[in-house]
């Protein structure tokens, strides 16, 4: 959240060092858990539920910088990656394994990440961000659309 903060504020290099770093102990704390024996089903629950409130996060910040221009491209955006993140969790509620798809968050985070880089130090920064907005909502809804497809074969 703090480095959706950072972006929102402009400061974009600070803002992806920080969600670099952000991702980096997310992946950490949970091979920690395994390694240590602490895995719980209530660390898991919270993990996958505080990773959405920043997948939003991020997205808000980067519309926040050009909102006028952003808005649509950020909705979408993030119900795209919404639901890549539900479809896996229906059908998990269903029984069916579903871990498929190219889309998977860290796809769209690193994308965000050499997209805010690149549109900073472009100079284009406004074009930049709306193009990696769309294609982190093109990747959320094919994602979307695989997991689906591949969870009702199971269901079945």
């Not at 660390?43 to 409130?53: E, Q, T």
């Not at 860290?106 to 930049?128: E, F, K, P, Q």
Request: hydrophobic share 55%; net charge neutral.
């Amino acid at each position: 959240m703090g480095a959706a903060a950072v972006i929102a504020a402009g400061e974009i290099y600070w803002g992806v060092l920080t969600l670099f770093i952000s991702q980096i102990l997310d992946c950490t704390d949970g091979d920690l858990a395994r390694l240590t024996g602490r895995v719980t089903r209530k660390g898991a629950y919270l993990d996958r539920v505080f990773d959405r409130f920043v997948d939003a996060a991020i997205v808000i910040g980067m519309v926040y910088l050009y909102p006028a221009e952003l808005w649509l491209a950020g909705f979408m955006a993030a119900v795209g990656s919404f639901g890549v993140s539900i479809t896996r969790a229906m059908a998990e509620a269903e029984g069916a394994e579903c871990k498929v798809g190219i889309g998977g968050r860290d796809t769209r985070l690193a994308i965000i990440m050499v997209g805010l880089l690149y549109g900073y130090a472009s100079g284009n920064a406004v074009n930049v961000y709306l193009v990696t907005l769309w294609v982190v909502a093109i990747l959320g809804f094919m994602t979307t659309i695989h997991r689906m497809v591949h969870t009702l074969k199971q269901l079945d």
